[in-house]
């Protein structure tokens, strides 16, 4: 009995110091300028692990409407590893990466598209000066030998 009495004690004096909605809730609504940085060390713990995402989301914008409003900044990296946002940062993390790949997919075609096109417009260029010196060749041709059937004159 005694020690089912020491358990139910232990217990409820855990409960007691742990934070729930309710009190973190009431505790951002009464930061001032001077407890703010208190406050916001006492609830970061319970918005990091405890909370869902509504009430992540919500706190977090109303302690930075709160610093805002006081004057202070709030650190960029305040409650950003909270266990409720978890999924949501890997599922764009790995959005992100799948549209790096693309994109480096896309370089490396473009690359390979312009090696191509120059390749055919270097080959394109020979074939020209194929064209122009068998056009040139002919031409001396017709002018070393005269035409043997020039018109007699009547």
Not at 46 to 74: C, H, M, P, Q, W
Not at 111 to 136: F, G, L, M, P
Request: proline fraction near 3%; charged fraction near 25%.
């Amino acid at each position: 009995m005694f020690r089912f009495n020491l358990l139910a004690i232990a217990l409820i004096i855990a409960c007691a110091n742990a934070l729930t909605t309710t009190s973190v809730r009431k505790s951002i609504n009464s930061i001032t300028k001077d407890t703010f940085a208190t406050v916001t060390a006492e609830v970061e713990p319970f918005l990091l692990n405890d909370a869902g995402v509504t009430f992540y989301n919500k706190s977090i914008r109303r302690i930075s409407t709160k610093a805002k409003a006081f004057g202070i900044e709030l650190s960029p990296e305040f409650g950003k590893a909270a266990k409720a946002t978890e999924k949501r940062r890997e599922k764009q993390n790995a959005f992100v990466q799948v549209k790096i790949t693309e994109a480096a997919d896309a370089a490396a075609a473009a690359v390979e598209e312009a090696a191509a096109a120059a390749e055919a417009a270097a080959a394109e260029a020979v074939a020209a000066t194929e064209a122009a010196a068998a056009e040139a060749a002919s031409a001396a041709e017709a002018v070393a030998a005269p035409d043997a059937e020039t018109p007699a004159e009547e």
